[in-house]
């Protein structure tokens, strides 16, 4: 059973840089074909996918984040990272982390994290 679970802080201030990490069990990062994925969730603009790093270590963006994200991973602790810079009120929603054989086409989702952007 492949488990993903996110973790940090709960609140970010304005300008900050928001981190958020992904700790996978049941599976590695590295396994031949999966994608692992960034995903977040607002009422405003639905699920909207930032972007996912590859089994090999390939980075994919949305264009319309990818000025301000970066996905890293750490092999050793089976764990993919995600920083947002720059955040504002805007980027107040829930984060999730997925599992996916082609990017979009998620089949393990972490539970969400939900974080705050405020003073």
């Known amino acids: 059973q492949v488990q993903l679970q996110e973790s940090g802080p709960g609140l970010v201030k304005p300008s900050q840089t928001l981190s958020l990490t992904c700790t996978v069990s049941g599976d590695s990062i590295t396994t031949d074909n999966y994608y692992w994925n960034w995903i977040r969730q607002s009422p405003e603009k639905g699920l909207e996918w930032m972007g996912a790093?590859?089994?090999?270590?390939?980075?994919y963006y949305s264009p319309s984040l990818e000025s301000r994200t970066s996905i890293s991973r750490d092999t050793s602790r089976n764990q993919f990272a995600l920083q947002l810079s720059s955040v504002t009120p805007e980027d107040t929603t829930v984060y999730y982390c997925a599992r996916a054989v082609h990017l979009c086409q998620y089949d393990y989702w972490g539970k969400g994290t939900q974080v705050a952007v405020s003073s």
């Open positions: 790093i590859r089994y090999n270590g390939m980075t």
